[in-house]
């Protein structure tokens, strides 16, 4: 079974720095490619960020691009999101999602609150 | 506004058919990219309910359809039901963008 597990999401000042982390299990971690998904308050998905795995090939959402940085480790089959200079439209539910065309399955999602 | 277009809310009866468009352009549905659909109940995670256009992955039950054509596409939910209250997004990816996009999502109501 495929298992994604999201961490790292809390409560941070604006301007400020967080990294998230995805622990993934039941699946072939090397050659998968996954990505991250968010949904703010009141709003529907948007996609991230995506890395592929085997290549390392990133992909980014223009609203995050040259902030976000999305790595992965396969000696812990995790991947990262490294997010600087955060903003209040930041805020939102990040979630760990295995990608092929299409996303599945997800975590069950980190919350991610920029506030002062 | 999302790339992709969905009417914000759709509603119907037990037992009724309702349907959920997703207009798309020439960048992403119409360039032949594949559109899939998710469910997210409330409190819950997002769900794919329909793949590739037309795909249930196992465990949706068939009363839920997708088709696509040219730049638009939507899912069918016939036979609805209570468990069926829950937001619906389409998606796919757009060559402008180089990157996946959702549409902005549909409630459904079941009255």
């Known amino acids: 079974e495929v298992l994604l597990v999201e961490s790292g999401g809390r409560l941070v000042q604006p301007g400020r720095s967080l990294r998230l982390s995805c622990a993934a299990s039941?699946?072939?971690?090397?050659?998968?490619?996954m990505s991250w998904v968010r949904q703010a308050p009141g709003k529907g998905l948007a996609w991230v960020s995506t890395?592929?795995?085997?290549?390392?090939?990133?992909y980014y959402a223009e609203s995050v691009k040259g902030r976000f940085t999305v790595s992965s480790d396969s000696s812990t089959n995790t991947v990262y999101l490294q997010m600087t200079n955060l903003t209040a439209e930041d805020t939102a539910i990040y979630y760990c999602?295995?990608?092929?065309?299409?996303?599945?399955?997800w975590g069950q999602g980190t919350l991610v609150t920029v506030s002062s | 506004q999302s790339v992709l277009t969905q009417p914000p809310s759709v509603s119907g009866a037990p037992g009724q058919r309702v349907t959920i468009s997703c207009t798309g352009t020439?960048?992403?549905?119409?360039?032949?990219?594949?559109v899939h659909w998710y469910q997210h109940l409330p409190g819950k995670v997002p769900r794919l309910l329909v793949y590739?256009?037309?795909y249930r992955p196992s465990g949706v039950p068939a009363r839920f359809s997708g088709s696509k054509s040219g730049t638009s596409a939507s899912l069918a939910i016939t036979g609805l039901q209570a468990e069926d209250e829950a937001d619906y997004y389409c998606q796919s990816f757009d060559r402008s963008l180089s990157g996946y996009v959702f549409g902005g999502g549909t409630t459904v109501t079941v009255l």
């Open positions: 039941g699946f072939t971690f090397t050659t998968s490619t």
């Open positions: 590739a256009n037309k």
């Open positions: 020439s960048s992403n549905l119409g360039a032949d990219y594949d």
């Open positions: 890395i592929s795995t085997p290549g390392g090939d990133t």
């Open positions: 999602v295995k990608t092929g065309n299409w996303f599945d399955p």
